[in-house]
Structure formats: structure tokens, C-alpha cells
Nanobody, 117 residues
Framework: QVQLVESGGGLVQAGGSLRLSCAASGFIFKIDDMGWYHQPPGKQRELVATITRGGLTNYADSVKGRFTISRDNAKNTVYLHLQMNSLKPEDTAVYYC?????????WGQGTQVTVSS
């Protein structure tokens, strides 16, 4: 079992920044890729960014140059971060972190990000 706990969401004005974090604990040796998805109001969940165990990253076109995903592998916890700069109202969504465990993906509970114009 792997548990994911997200933090860092909130309300910010357009042009501002937020940093999301996701702490993964439990059987962290099973974790391969990790990433962030978001779900804007009334829309389906969409990929934001991913990072492999080796540190290779991938971003949605809409966030390239503004968001940075990173990953810190500690002894008993893996920390996943999403630095979000130059935020836009269209970035408003619930943000979910996930961890790929091979046969299935584990998801966090989600954290709300609201960007006001």
C-alpha cells in the first residue's frame, strides 16, 4: 500500500504562484512514475505533468514554461512537488497527484487551486 497526501492548494491572483506538494508513504519502493492531473470545473481530469523515477519530465502544452514538476526520494517518503508560476484563471481546478505502482495507480485526495482574475 502507498498513501498519498497533497498540500499547498489555495486561492491566488492571476500571475501569482503556488507550490503543491504530495507526500507518498508506505511501500514507496513500488513507485515508478509520478505526476499531477487536474480537473477544472465541469471538465474531465487532464494530465498536467509527469516525472519518471529517473527524473524525466513531461508537461501538458498549456503549462509548459510555467509549471515545474520535481521529485525528492527520501528514505521512507517520496515527495512530489509542482511549482506553478504565472497562474491563469484557466488553471483553476482540483489537482491530484498520482503514483504508478505497476498494476495500478494510487491517487491522492485532491487539492483545490483557484486563480482569480
Amino acid at each position: 500500500q502507498v498513501q498519498l497526501v497533497e498540500s499547498g492548494g489555495g486561492l491566488v491572483q492571476a500571475g501569482g504562484s503556488l507550490r503543491l506538494s504530495c507526500a507518498a508513504s508506505g511501500f514507496i519502493f513500488k513507485i515508478d512514475d509520478m505526476g499531477w492531473y487536474h480537473q477544472p470545473p465541469g471538465k474531465q481530469r487532464e494530465l498536467v505533468a509527469t516525472i519518471t523515477r529517473g527524473g524525466l519530465t513531461n508537461y501538458a502544452d498549456s503549462v509548459k514554461g510555467r509549471f515545474t514538476i520535481s521529485r525528492d526520494n527520501a528514505k521512507n517518503t517520496v515527495y512530489l512537488h509542482l511549482q506553478m508560476n504565472s497562474l491563469k484563471p484557466e488553471d483553476t481546478a482540483v489537482y491530484y497527484c498520482y503514483a504508478s505502482l505497476g498494476r495500478y495507480d494510487q491517487w491522492g485526495q485532491g487539492t483545490q487551486v483557484t486563480v482569480s482574475s
